[in-house]
């Protein structure tokens, strides 16, 4: 995005919050704000080589990530892109990164955030039957499920039976691959990055080796947790820490803790996102060096 010569003092700002954080986290930073589409991935796989093509860059990348969410097969191409060029990942999440957003936390090696931040169900964005609008998987595929218990029961109304009828079944099953592929990726990444030092119990049977199996079974309950849409009642359910870690018993590294830390991440992220906001800005990457 080209900036205004007036707008240098907010960069300007920004970019040396940017070298803070990197300095305090001893990672490359990069600002990511928009949704997780497919025709965003060739920028953002621009930004990051970017980055790592420079002789300064560390052995990790943290993403300071705000989105409503998007895409899962998109978000498994920027973590390809994003592993392929750093050996851990961070994510950062000074506000929220919902649905897709969480997808993509779920990729990472820390999640650093704190009271205020959110992150939500991982119910995938798709396509619509006329590809024009992009709706949430789980709310159709849960409404269709209503239908069918209906029609089962004897308790379905004409217009209900109606509507059943005229459901594209191709459709329906490109919802449920959408489904099951979230909940594929959260599986393998969680076992794979997350739980990678989850290597002694701390709660029950404490003290006792974590094997493998106990790794991918604590990562299947978390992923079926958060794409139940029967536990979160809604889409947009905005999942704070504390229940992160309770309910699904998440190691979160809360940046709150650390007064320098939080005054720098919201130095960094609130500057640029009340800018792109006055700019009606829809996607936006930002690292001072790209």
């Not at 994510?91 to 969480?102: E, F, H, K, L, R």
């Not at 979160?252 to 830390?261: K, S």
Request: glycine residues 6%; proline residues 3%.
């Amino acid at each position: 995005m080209a900036l205004p010569q007036l707008d240098r003092v907010v960069i300007d700002i920004v970019n040396n919050a940017e070298e803070t954080l990197e300095q305090h986290l001893d990672c490359d930073v990069l600002y990511y704000f928009g949704e997780l589409r497919r025709g965003l991935i060739t920028p953002f796989r621009e930004a990051i080589e970017r980055m790592a093509a420079q002789p300064t860059k560390r052995e990790a990348l943290g993403v300071c990530m705000t989105t409503p969410g998007g895409e899962a097969e998109a978000v498994e191409k920027m973590v390809q892109i994003a592993r392929h060029h750093y050996d851990q990942v961070y994510a950062i999440v000074p506000q929220s990164a919902m649905s897709a957003g969480t997808i993509f936390c779920m990729a990472c090696d820390r999640i650093y955030m704190d009271y205020s931040s959110s992150l939500g169900p991982i119910d995938p964005q798709v396509p619509d039957r006329e590809n024009k609008f992009l709706v949430p998987a789980l709310g159709y595929l849960d409404k269709v499920g209503e239908l069918i218990a209906k029609s089962a029961n004897g308790t379905i109304s004409p217009a209900e039976f109606a509507i059943l009828q005229a459901q594209d079944l191709a459709m329906i099953r490109f919802y449920e691959q959408a489904r099951d592929l979230s909940i594929s990726l959260l599986k393998q990444w969680l076992t794979r990055y997350k739980f990678k030092d989850w290597t002694v119990h701390r709660t029950n049977n404490v003290g006792a080796q974590v094997t493998q199996a106990e790794k991918e079974q604590r990562a299947e309950e978390i992923a079926k947790l958060l794409s139940d849409n029967g536990h979160w009642h809604s889409h947009g359910r905005m999942i704070g820490i504390e229940t992160l870690r309770q309910t699904l018993r998440l190691q979160i590294d809360d940046f709150g803790e650390n007064a320098a830390l939080r005054d720098g991440i919201r130095q960094y992220c609130d500057t640029l996102s009340d800018y792109l906001a006055r700019a009606n800005a829809a996607f936006y990457v930002h690292n001072r060096n790209i």
